[in-house]
C-alpha cells in the first residue's frame, strides 16, 4: 500500500488514505499499536467483520501485524463517515435523507446482531 494522507485520527490510532500496488484502488487502512487499550478491541472487530457483510457494512478487505501496529484495511468511504456528512450539511437534512440513513443504520445493526447471536461461543 501506497500512503497518500492522514484523514483520521483518535484513541484508537490512526487512519491514512492509502492506495493498492496492484489495483490502484483507494483503501482505508487503520494504525493501532499493539500496546494500546484499542488492541483487544481491534481483534474483536476483525474477528466480526470477517463474518459480517452487509449493504450497509464496511467492508473489511485485509489485516496485517509489524513491528508495533496491528493494520485494518477497509474500502474507502470518499463522502467519510455520518458525522462527517452530518458536518458538512450543516445537520440539516430532510425528511427523506434522514429515513433513507436511519434505514441503513438499521439494515446495519440487524446484520451485525443476526451475526453476534449466531456466533459460536469461546470454551
Known amino acids: 500500500y501506497t500512503v497518500e494522507k492522514l ?6 490510532g490512526k487512519v491514512y488514505k492509502c492506495t493498492e500496488f496492484d489495483t ?5 487502512i487503520k494504525e493501532i ?10 481483534q474483536t472487530e476483525i474477528d466480526l467483520l470477517k463474518k ?3 449493504e450497509y457494512i464496511i467492508d473489511l478487505i485485509d489485516s496485517f501485524e509489524k513491528a508495533n501496529f496491528i493494520y485494518l484495511v477497509y474500502r474507502y468511504c470518499k463522502e ?21 440513513i436511519m434505514n441503513q443504520i438499521v439494515t446495519g445493526y440487524q446484520a451485525v446482531s443476526y451475526t453476534h447471536l449466531t456466533l459460536p461461543t469461546k470454551a
Open 33 to 42: 499499536a499493539k500496546e494500546s487499550d484499542a488492541f483487544s478491541s481491534a
Open 24 to 28: 490502484e484502488k483507494a483503501v482505508a
Open 52 to 54: 459480517v457483510k452487509g
Open 80 to 100: 467519510g463517515d455520518l458525522a462527517q456528512y452530518l458536518a458538512k450539511h450543516k445537520g440539516k437534512l430532510d425528511e427523506a435523507k434522514v429515513q433513507l
Open 7 to 12: 484523514i483520521g485520527e483518535g484513541s484508537y
